[in-house]
């Protein structure tokens, strides 16, 4: 099987089967293109006749050019499903990837914003213009909903219930409805009906949040938003969208919500991704422990 004829095929089965995010389908197949280049430039293999031994040198040969571990799981995890779905196909008789095993590494627990620190970050933003109150809806509802920035620019407007105070996620063909608290319900409501009609550029625009041009936010809009915010509040860790849904998971769980409430919110579809924030907790506990207490 020839690496081009390979990449589509593998490129169908995750959009078509397993409809990946297109981050994940990027990922994906850059790793098969770079075990295709490998092949090609290394051996007189091709993927579907590619050994164990053949594929161990290739992890040998990411970890020599100084791939991190990180890197070399995700290629490990990548090369994996590809043989997985080819020997469910039919293509290869074998599956030559027994031998790959990541290595075990340290788990980076994520970086979580105090509750001050979000405090100060939701304040940032001034309605004194249509853009100060598109803002503080968007990072209120960030806050209130731990979402992740993909769904927040995915959202419509028929997504939000205002009187239920509830919006509506859709991601991966799985929808889930997740509770707003009273100030993101506040400065939503605010920002629908005096706001977004005069931002739009058509009538028609389905999209919650739009940018000034009066089209669908962008992800790369919001990252430049959020930065820009945690300039103006003095905050010095690193901010992305991504730290509120973690800090949403991490103050949810330090104020009694239980495990599975918090995965479901999060649209977690294996509870293990959600035990992360139980870690999260505990290292702050004896953090403040060894900070606070005399003999520590």
């Known amino acids: 099987m020839l690496g081009s004829e390979c990449l589509d095929f593998f490129e169908k089965y995750l959009v078509d089967v397993k409809k990946c995010s297109q981050n994940t389908l990027s990922s994906y197949l850059r790793d098969v293109r770079q075990l295709c280049d490998y092949l ?3 051996t007189s293999e091709t993927v579907d006749t590619a050994t164990e031994d053949v594929l161990s040198e290739y992890i040998g040969w990411l970890k020599g050019n100084g791939k991190s571990i990180a890197t070399v799981s995700r290629a490990i995890a990548s090369i994996k499903c590809l043989y997985s779905v080819l020997l469910n196909e039919g293509y290869i008789k074998d599956n030559p990837t027994g031998k790959l095993v990541p290595d075990k590494a340290a788990q980076k627990l994520p970086q979580i914003l105090t509750s ?18 598109r803002d503080r809806a968007m990072l209120e509802l960030l ?3 731990g979402i992740r920035v993909s769904e927040l620019i995915a ?5 939000v219930n205002i009187s239920a ?30 706001i977004r009609p005069q931002m739009i550029a058509l009538p028609t625009e389905k999209a919650l949040f739009v940018n000034v041009s009066g089209e669908r936010m962008s992800r790369q809009g919001f990252w430049k938003i959020i930065k820009s915010y945690q300039q103006k509040a003095h905050i010095e860790k690193t901010i992305t969208p991504h730290t509120l849904r973690h800090s949403f ?19 977690h579809a294996d509870i293990s991704s959600t035990q992360i924030y139980s870690q999260l907790v505990k290292k702050q506990l004896k953090d403040v422990y060894n900070k606070a207490h005399p003999r520590a």
């Open 40 to 42: 090609d430039t290394h």
């Open 116 to 133: 001050k620190e979000v405090e100060l970050l939701l304040e940032q933003p001034s309605c004194t213009d249509a853009k100060g109150y």
């Open 143 to 145: 806050y209130a909903t």
């Open 155 to 159: 959202l419509d407007i028929n997504d």
């Open 165 to 194: 105070g509830v919006i509506r996620c859709v991601s991966k063909d799985k929808e889930r409805y997740i509770p707003l608290y009273p100030a993101a319900v506040k400065a939503l409501s605010e920002y629908i009906e005096f």
């Open 249 to 267: 998971a991490a103050h949810l769980l330090e104020n009694g919500a239980d495990l599975h409430s918090i995965q479901e919110m999060l649209g």
